[in-house]
Structure formats: C-alpha cells, structure tokens
C-alpha cells in the first residue's frame, strides 16, 4: 500500500471519542402538588422529558460528536477567495453557518439547543497577491510571485440573547497560502481563473452559554425557573488542502472545489443548573419542587474528512457579493455568503 493512502486510512480509523456524565432530576412535593391539582409522579416525568429534549440530553455523547463536526465546518471559505483571482488585494466580511446531521433547524425553541450539531461564524478577511510586493522584480520573478495570494482572516462576535436560553460566542482566525498552479484564460466575455490549490490554518470556537432569560416550561402550567452556569463549548483546529477553479461569464462568477481537511475539534458541555418548579396559579405561580440538571461531556469530531464546495459570485467592479455552499464526508454542511472588494 502507498504511504498516503496507508496515513488516510489510519486516520480515518481513528475511533470517535465521547464521555458523558449527566444528571437529570426533578422532585415534586406531593402534598404542594395535589393542593394545585398536580399529579406529582407526572409532573416529574414531564419535566424530566421536556428537559431531557431541550438539552439534548438523551445521547449526550452523540450530540457533543456532532456540536464538533459542524464547528469543523462552519469556519470553511470564509478566509478564502475562490473567485476574484486578485491580481493586488482583496478584502471583506463573510457570514457562515455550520451543521451536522439535523442541526440546522432555525424554528427551534428559544430555551432548547439544536437537535444536531450547529455552529456559526462571522469574519473579516483580506489578502495580498505577493505579485503586489515584488517591486523591482524581473518579468520571470513577478510571473512566479503573481500566482501566490496570502490572506488572514479573524473576528469574534457576541450573538443577542434576547428571550433565549443560550447565548452565542463566537471567534474565528487563520490564514492561508493560494497558489495558482494553472494559469488564467481569457476569451472574450468569458475568464477561466486557472487551477488553485490553497492550504493553510484556521480556528473556530463556537461556544453557548446558558442565560435563564426565560423558564423552561411543561404541561399543566409547571415552569422550571432554572439558574446557574450551563456551557457548551466547541473548538476546531484544521489543515485544509483544496482544488478549485472559477469561470466567469459577464457579471457572473462560479467557483468550485474539492478539499481535504485535517481536524482536531472538539466540544465540552460543563455546568449545572437548578431551580424552583412551579405551577401557575390564580394568584401566581406556586412551588411545588426543584430541579437540577449537571453535565460533563466531551464528544471529538473524525480527524480526517473530504469535501466539496461551489457557489456564485456577482461582479459589480470592485465589489463582489457572493454565496456558496460546503459538504463534507461527515454529514455536515455550511453555507456562507459576503461581500468583498478585489483588485
């Protein structure tokens, strides 16, 4: 067997690790319970299940898993320009969302995390063709310097936690080396932006921190008014290697791709929350129990995953305004879009 075929299949054979250690308990007092009409053991039972879905507490491991693959993802394209073939500069913001399995479902309840993994960033970028910097250099010198493009990218951002359970950190950084190994094409209306191969370092965290703003709540008018420190915490480390190539016909640009990531993510869950259960009264709510729920969980993401991207980009000289999508081998997916100027 040859040597990198020998490394990938080591790699991927690599066992998923997760551990969990959660508690979920809820005690109601009987005789406060019946004074209000409250069957105590279903009261318990409800509670206890609606938590146990709202928290992804049913597989902890499975989901912490999936928290990390969709951070691997999430951070993908947003310090890359796949399309403009800057010949100076490019700079600008992107937006991005990561998910793995069923974690993209935007009409959850504000108080419950996602049913899969889900992650999001948002980052600035700008990079320089070293062609730009050469200054004197003779004609070979600059036709060899034009072909590598070097670009950062970084920023953290604070997610609103207005009438939400979670609130969202987020912080991304890295920096990655273009190289144009083919050439550009040009024939008329129509550009072929040549043969890319790109590779690089980025990070993400990706981390959601329980807020209380708002009860969790059950049937039978039972709120569980829940306090205390509740933290999930993905982080991603990754080596990407990627193919791509563009064409653009007028004002339009599509770019694709093909990569090979090497990951080191993971995601933590620690905390511990507790609180009066009550039921709501004419006069108010009334306890009637109290809750705790604790959790220590850690889950890692596959360290080797293949992936596939493309989107369009609409060119209105300089700024370009573009949306793409990424699919890796690990059920995740992203979507990113932004704004760029490139010279």
């Not at 947003?78 to 993209?104: E, M, Q």
């Not at 869950?269 to 709510?285: K, Q």
């Not at 889950?299 to 609409?314: H, N």
Request: charged letters at 15%.
């Amino acid at each position: 067997m040859r040597p990198f075929p020998l490394f990938c299949s080591l790699l991927a054979s690599i066992p998923t690790v997760a551990t969990a250690q959660t508690t979920v308990d809820f005690q109601v007092d009987d005789a406060r319970a019946q004074m209000f009409g409250v069957d105590p053991t279903a009261a318990e039972q409800e509670l206890s299940q609606t938590l146990t879905d709202a928290l992804q507490l049913a597989d902890p491991e499975r989901f912490m898993v999936s928290m990390a693959e969709a951070a691997a993802i999430a951070g993908k394209g947003l310090g890359v320009d796949y399309a403009s073939n800057p010949s100076k500069f490019v700079f600008g913001v992107s937006l991005g969302t990561g998910a793995n399995a069923n974690g993209l479902v935007l009409d959850r309840d504000p108080q419950s995390l996602p049913e899969g993994g889900f992650s999001a960033q948002t980052s600035a970028m700008v990079g320089v063709n070293l062609g730009l910097l050469a200054g004197t250099a003779s004609d070979d010198d600059m036709a060899l310097w034009d072909r590598f493009t070097v670009s950062v990218h970084g920023m953290s951002f604070k997610s609103p936690a207005a009438n939400r359970g979670f609130r969202g950190f987020m912080t991304n950084y890295g920096g990655h080396v273009t190289i144009k190994v083919i050439g550009k094409g040009e024939s008329g209306i129509w550009d072929w932006g040549g043969l890319d191969v790109t590779t690089g370092y980025e990070h993400a965290t990706y981390r959601l921190d329980f807020t209380g703003n708002t009860p969790f709540t059950g049937g039978d008018d039972l709120t569980w008014d829940a306090t205390g420190r509740y933290v999930l915490t993905s982080n991603a480390d990754s080596i990407p290697f990627e193919l791509s190539s563009n064409i653009r016909v007028s004002v339009i640009t599509l770019f694709a791709g093909a990569g090979l990531d090497l990951n080191m993510a993971e995601t933590s869950g620690d905390g511990s929350i507790t609180g009066p259960i009550n039921v709501e009264t004419n006069s108010g709510p009334e306890a009637i129990g109290t809750g705790t729920i604790t959790n220590v969980t850690r889950g890692e993401a596959e360290p080797l995953a293949i992936r596939g991207f493309g989107g369009v980009q609409v060119n209105i000289f300089p700024l370009k305004v573009y949306a793409g999508i990424q699919g890796s081998s690990r059920a995740s997916a992203s979507l990113q879009a932004g704004i760029r100027i490139a010279q």
